[in-house]
């Protein structure tokens, strides 16, 4: 366990009547890329801030490099680099005056910060915009800041919240590439969160959250394998009829997702001619797709990413009437 990059056991965070953070437990070995996915509001920014001693537990224990976060603060913030899930640069500094400005508060010895901040600015190939105010940086260039930021005191293990947000999918796939290129090429354990699943599947290994609960931990690989079917949607013309049916003929367990009938079934592509064949309603379309990490997520929870944000959107908004209504 000393050895591990991030120890926790059975972590909780409750704020008030809700339970963020429900009881975790994990382990992340030096040097991996590990990521949280899971949909808004499943509690990866909790669990994020209390590794990185900014949300002290509620109960259970974490430990970040060896240290505890409770009763070693200190020594854990000198050892991890944090990427906040918003941004928090200075807009109307220069790159280079938010990199010193980090140095500072770092207490860094004065002597090594040129070389570090050269080195850090180059990986994220942000040198030769050094001086220009962060006001006038992308988006994506913005990120890339932030990511050398965060890596400028040489830190053991850094935190990435949703690094990916809001950016538009080339942008993504550029941050993405940065964060490989760290995960191979610098001794750093790298812990980030997304609610992406196709950016998860870059991970080595993941942790799938949901309601403030881990339900399944692996390799993507293995995760998508342990679901053993392929997912098929339909729409047809009497959703209802059709769940009767599928059970009844095919002893399917279907449900509605993404207002589509959906269910798994091994072998796919040999099902649905029997489907159409056998199943006794209208079909409209179907869509066939192999097992991939939303599917995991819908056999641990009964629901996909999408609708699981959806509903928690929802509830926000059902909040935000009642609010107004008071
Ligand atoms: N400071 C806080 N006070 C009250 N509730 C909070 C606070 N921070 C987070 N929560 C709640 O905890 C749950 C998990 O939030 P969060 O960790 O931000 O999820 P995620 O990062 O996965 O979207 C949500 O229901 C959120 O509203
Ligand atoms: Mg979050």
Same mark, same amino acid.
């Given at each position: 366990?000393?050895?591990?990059?991030?120890?926790?056991?059975?972590?909780?965070?409750?704020?008030?009547?809700?339970?963020?953070?429900?009881?975790?437990?994990?382990?992340?070995?030096?040097?991996?890329?590990?990521?949280?996915?899971?949909?808004?509001?499943?509690?990866?920014?909790?669990?994020?801030? &209390?590794?990185?001693?900014?949300? $002290?537990? =509620?109960?259970?224990?974490? %430990?970040? *490099? +060896?240290?505890?976060?409770?009763? !070693?603060?200190?020594?854990?913030?000198?050892?991890?680099?944090?990427?906040?899930?918003?941004?928090?640069?200075?807009?109307?500094?220069?790159?280079?005056?938010?990199?010193?400005?980090?140095?500072?508060?770092?207490?860094?010895?004065?002597?090594?910060?040129?070389?570090?901040?050269?080195?850090?600015?180059?990986? &994220?190939?942000?040198?030769?915009? $050094?001086? =220009?105010?962060?006001?006038? %940086?992308? *988006? +994506?260039?913005?990120?890339?800041? !932030?990511?050398?930021?965060?890596?400028?005191?040489?830190?053991?293990?850094?935190?990435?919240?949703?690094?990916?947000?809001?950016?538009?999918?080339?942008?993504?796939?550029?941050?993405?590439?940065?964060?490989?290129?760290?995960?191979?090429?610098?001794?750093?354990?790298?812990?980030?969160?997304?609610?992406?699943?196709?950016?998860?599947?870059?991970? $080595?290994?993941?942790?799938?959250?949901?309601?403030?609960?881990?339900?399944?931990?692996?390799?993507?690989?293995?995760?998508?394998?342990?679901?053993?079917?392929?997912?098929?949607?339909?729409?047809?013309?009497?959703?209802?009829?059709?769940?009767?049916?599928?059970?009844?003929?095919?002893?399917?367990?279907?449900?509605?997702?993404?207002?589509?009938?959906?269910?798994?079934?091994?072998?796919?592509?040999?099902?649905?001619?029997?489907?159409?064949?056998?199943?006794?309603?209208?079909?409209?379309?179907?869509?066939?797709?192999?097992?991939?990490?939303?599917?995991?997520?819908?056999?641990?929870?009964?629901?996909?990413?999408?609708?699981?944000?959806?509903?928690?959107?929802?509830?926000?908004?059902?909040?935000?009437?009642?609010?107004?209504?008071?």
């Amino acid at each position: 366990m000393q050895d591990a990059a991030i120890s926790v056991q059975g972590l909780v965070k409750r704020y008030g009547e809700i339970e963020a953070v429900a009881g975790i437990e994990f382990e992340v070995p030096k040097g991996e890329l590990f990521g949280f996915l899971g949909p808004n509001g499943a509690g990866k920014s909790t669990t994020i801030s &209390m590794l990185c001693t900014l949300v $002290r537990p =509620t109960a259970g224990r974490a %430990f970040v *490099g +060896g240290y505890d976060v409770v009763s !070693e603060r200190d020594a854990v913030r000198r050892h991890i680099g944090l990427v906040f899930q918003d941004t928090t640069l200075d807009g109307y500094l220069s790159a280079e005056q938010n990199l010193r400005l980090h140095a500072e508060l770092y207490g860094m010895p004065r002597e090594h910060v040129p070389a570090r901040l050269q080195e850090v600015l180059e990986m &994220m190939e942000l040198w030769e915009r $050094r001086k =220009t105010l962060v006001n006038h %940086f992308s *988006g +994506g260039m913005k990120r890339r800041l !932030e990511i050398a930021r965060g890596l400028l005191h040489s830190p053991r293990v850094l935190f990435l919240d949703e690094p990916t947000i809001g950016l538009d999918p080339q942008t993504r796939s550029s941050i993405w590439s940065y964060i490989r290129r760290l995960e191979t090429e610098q001794d750093i354990t790298i812990f980030l969160t997304t609610h992406y699943m196709d950016e998860a599947e870059y991970c $080595r290994r993941i942790a799938i959250m949901d309601r403030g609960r881990i339900v399944a931990l692996d390799t993507p690989d293995a995760l998508k394998a342990s679901v053993g079917k392929d997912r098929v949607q339909i729409h047809t013309e009497n959703d209802e009829a059709t769940i009767v049916a599928l059970r009844e003929r095919f002893g399917l367990d279907a449900q509605i997702a993404e207002n589509l009938v959906t269910f798994g079934v091994a072998e796919g592509e040999q099902f649905v001619p029997r489907l159409f064949a056998e199943l006794g309603q209208q079909i409209r379309s179907v869509n066939l797709s192999r097992p991939s990490l939303d599917d995991v997520f819908m056999s641990y929870t009964g629901k996909t990413i999408r609708d699981a944000e959806a509903s928690s959107t929802d509830q926000l908004r059902q909040m935000a009437t009642m609010w107004k209504r008071r």
